[in-house]
């Protein structure tokens, strides 16, 4: 495909994606499997000039209308080429080499919208509002300045940038020397990550999918921020561990790993094609000791069967992933203040449901992929305010974060990850212990 059409396509894809609730990932792939003749080196440029837009839209969108020019697809992309993204293979080019109807490309622009559009000047957003400067949306902003306090702006402009590739040695199949090595023999320029000692990081995009090493299970595609969730659970060989939101199984696998197959692992999650994802990465990883349970709801009768049974319960909760917009960028557009209103109660929910397979003396581990205290610190202070027969537990730092402390915020019993400070997706962490000496509820 010509740059052209490589700009039409990404055109189509913005529109799809602003018109619809669906994940731009899953939009993108729908549009790809439907045009088979899109090739890998067009689809890896269409996918960065598509996510782009989305993680600069708020500015382009303020660029377009101080121009008085309309907002879609057609006028996005113009604005993101007149922008000069620094992290674009286009560079700042003539509009019309791309707007000019030939083959696939996109049809000329007027003469009024072209002149128009050259007048976009970056430096304007000077004087745009700070929210519009750092693509947050209007009614989030507040939320996550009293969350990151001075580091808001800096944490908005990391989440504004394109994530790291990372992978999860499987150490049940091979090491971290043995699957570095390999990889490097081959040319592909990747280094140990600091955070978690099984992490690799790739400093240029690879089709990981195809590696040999990836099919045999020697490694699985995980962020390191969520590498770092399961090690601290701590689970060891033999124990009784439940991952209550397992989704398609990436800290499930982890854990696994860290129990060397043996004791008993439940990944439990009420979708159950996600589940059935793990069932297949479990076989590819040699993970023998996952046993899947599908859930009605959080307050799925296997709970209160199981009640008091577990060594380690991990709840990874679902929620508004404000820590995960370098991936998702689409994901802050999407989300509206009801759905966090009813994120913030299902967590609750979870959290009280779950608790409750927790044995006396085994521990908690509550988690989120957000930045908002509803969502982690307040989230904590009304389970305890209602479960007196939990108490907070110091987490102890692995090695690899210990040596590394300001890369992290650890405060006793919780754990604070952010996409600028720690260079992983954001995470919030706290632990809990069950006390020994008052009753089960």
């Excluded at 059409?5 to 669906?22: C, G, K, R, Y």
């Excluded at 996109?106 to 007048?119: G, I, R, T, Y």
């Excluded at 307050?299 to 990874?316: C, P, Y």
Aim: proline content about 4%.
């Amino acid at each position: 495909m010509k740059p052209a059409a490589q700009i039409q396509a990404s055109i189509e894809l913005v529109d799809d994606v602003m018109e619809s609730a669906f994940p731009a990932d899953r939009i993108m792939a729908n549009y790809f499997r439907a045009r088979r003749y899109i090739g890998s080196k067009d689809k890896a440029a269409i996918s960065e000039y598509l996510y782009t837009v989305l993680r600069n839209r708020l500015a382009y969108e303020y660029l377009l209308k101080e121009q008085e020019l309309p907002v879609n697809g057609r006028f996005l992309l113009a604005a993101m080429l007149r922008a000069n993204s620094t992290d674009l293979a286009l560079g700042k080019s003539d509009l019309q080499e791309f707007y000019n109807g030939e083959g696939y490309g996109p049809k000329p622009f007027s003469s009024p919208a072209l002149e128009s559009l050259n007048k976009i000047d970056t430096t304007d957003l000077e004087q745009a509002p700070l929210n519009v400067q750092l693509n947050v949306p209007e009614w989030l902003a507040p939320k996550l300045q009293s969350a990151l306090g001075e580091r808001y702006a800096s944490e908005m402009r990391a989440s504004n940038q394109r994530a790291s590739t990372d992978i999860r040695v499987n150490l049940l199949k091979s090491d971290v020397d043995a699957v570095f090595n390999a990889l490097r023999s081959k040319g592909f320029e990747v280094e140990k990550a600091a955070l978690s000692p099984w992490a690799i990081r790739f400093n240029s995009r690879v089709a990981l999918f195809n590696l040999e090493s990836f099919k045999q299970g020697r490694f699985e595609i995980q962020d390191q921020g969520s590498q770092i969730l399961a090690l601290l659970s701590k689970v060891k060989a033999g124990d009784k561990v439940v991952d209550f939101c397992a989704g398609a199984g990436g800290k499930t696998l982890a854990l696994a790993a860290m129990m060397q197959n043996k004791g008993t692992l439940y990944a439990c999650d009420v979708h159950t094609k996600r589940l059935e994802q793990l069932a297949k990465r479990s076989k590819r990883a040699g993970a023998h000791n996952i046993r899947v349970h599908t859930l009605s709801s959080e307050n799925d009768k296997w709970v209160k069967k199981h009640r008091s049974m577990a060594d380690v319960v991990l709840i990874d909760a679902p929620c508004s992933g404000t820590g995960t917009w370098r991936r998702s960028p689409d994901s802050r557009w999407n989300l509206q203040p009801e759905n966090l209103q009813n994120l913030v109660a299902l967590q609750q929910s979870i959290l009280q449901s779950a608790s409750r397979l927790v044995k006396p003396g085994g521990r908690l581990l509550y988690a989120t992929c957000s930045l908002l205290n509803e969502e982690n610190e307040q989230q904590l202070s009304t389970f305890m305010a209602n479960n007196d027969d939990f108490e907070l537990a110091e987490i102890a730092l692995p090695d690899s974060l210990a040596a590394n402390p300001s890369a992290i915020v650890h405060k006793g019993h919780e754990l604070r990850l952010f996409p600028g400070l720690s260079d992983t997706d954001g995470f919030y962490v706290a632990s809990l212990k069950r006390k020994q000496s008052l009753a089960i509820k």
